[in-house]
């Protein structure tokens, strides 16, 4: 294991709330990333980071923004949530050769 | 951009069967591809890669080859077991522009069921 992990494994929200997964690493890695795995689309780029305070956005980052003031830990934040981000999101860190190592996942609902 | 295409799923296979689940790729520049394997309730696990073309990626019996002529990084098995029941993603990386780190594209992913 890379020493990976994500919290909350599990949520429900209403819709409207703010929401902030954690993902926290053990490893010094620099670059780290969140994902969303939805049925039919594999897993989306949200937000990565490419260093402290360093975030760029990925293929679906409306609503959600990441925050990353230590090397270990990389937050996302959805300002109020949605129900079309009712998903599971991944936590990602990123090894040698490209090789990425992933978390457990937090599955999250908005009602 | 880039895109990676996967064989419509689901995969229901016989133990011992032999699996091919087909991978084709769009990218700029010159991409790595992987295989990766989430088991049911946990995150994904990479299970082989290939860096350039011609190269093959082996694991747990698993292999792939990178096909640069046809774009694509079929997954191959020749034996597959119950343990194997899973969903499988392939992705890639292309660092054009000289960037040093990838950005993983994955495919929509394909559930494998193996029976006894």
């Known amino acids: 294991d890379a020493g990976i992990t994500q919290s909350p494994r599990h949520k429900v929200t209403e819709t409207g709330t703010p929401v902030t997964l954690r993902c926290h690493q053990t490893?010094?890695?620099?670059?780290m990333y969140w994902y969303r795995q939805d049925p039919g689309h594999g897993l989306r780029l949200i937000h990565y980071s490419y260093g402290v305070k360093d975030t760029d956005k990925g293929e679906v980052s409306d609503g959600y923004s990441v925050s990353r003031s230590k090397t270990e830990d990389f937050l996302l934040t959805l300002e109020s949530a949605t129900s079309s981000q009712t998903s599971v999101y991944f936590c990602?860190?990123?090894?040698?050769?490209?090789?990425?190592?992933f978390g457990p996942g937090t599955r999250l609902t908005v009602t | 951009g880039n895109s990676v295409t996967q064989m419509e799923g689901p995969v229901t296979l016989s133990e011992e069967a032999f699996l091919t689940i087909n991978c084709t790729y769009t990218?700029?520049?010159?991409?790595?591809l992987f295989w990766y394997v989430q088991y049911p309730g946990e995150g994904l696990q990479l299970l082989l890669k290939a860096t350039k073309a011609d190269d093959k990626g082996s694991n747990k019996g698993f292999e792939a080859t990178y096909r640069k002529e046809t774009t694509s990084f079929h997954l191959e098995k020749g034996s597959v077991q119950v343990s194997d029941s899973a969903v499988y993603f392939c992705?890639?990386?292309?660092?054009?522009?000289?960037?040093?780190?990838?950005?993983?594209?994955f495919g929509q992913g394909t559930i494998l069921t193996v029976h006894p």
């Open positions: 490893e010094n890695h620099r670059y």
């Open positions: 992705a890639l990386v292309s660092n054009a522009g000289g960037t040093s780190y990838g950005k993983l594209t």
């Open positions: 990602a860190i990123e090894g040698s050769g490209s090789r990425q190592y």
């Open positions: 990218a700029t520049g010159y991409p790595s």
